[in-house]
């Protein structure tokens, strides 16, 4: 059994950072790549960044463009989400999800429930 709860996303406005976190519990995420993913209103669920579960390899969607840093402490069994220069079309529900495999977007077997990220002008 694995939980994956993420936390910290908010209203903000335009321009505005936030750390999302996301912490296992069940099963140490120490041999666990790690994905952020996000799904708009009316939209379907896109990819966002990952990390390899050794923290040696990041990768991040296009429409990131440089404003997000994703990061991991298996010590704390938490992979993290830093957001800066947040614009209104990033509002979603942002959720993270681990792979024992690969990095793909279908790769990923255990999924956390999202948290409210709302950007306004």
């Known amino acids: 059994q694995m939980r994956l709860a993420a936390s910290g996303g908010g209203l903000v406005q335009g321009g505005a950072s936030l750390r999302l976190s996301c912490t296992a519990s069940g099963r140490s995420l120490s041999n666990y790549g790690m994905g952020w993913f996000r799904q708009a209103p009316g939209k379907e669920r896109e990819f966002v960044a990952a990390?390899?579960?050794?923290?040696?390899?990041?990768y991040y969607a296009d429409f990131v463009n440089g404003r997000f840093t994703i990061s991991r402490d298996n010590a704390k069994n938490t992979v993290y989400l830093q957001m800066d220069s947040l614009k209104p079309w990033d509002t979603a529900v942002y959720s993270c999800?681990?792979?024992?495999?690969?990095?793909?977007?279908?790769?990923?077997?255990?999924w956390g429930q999202g948290t409210q990220v709302t950007v306004f002008p």
């Open positions: 990390i390899s579960w050794t923290g040696g390899g990041r």
């Open positions: 999800a681990a792979s024992a495999g690969g990095l793909g977007y279908g790769e990923y077997d255990h």
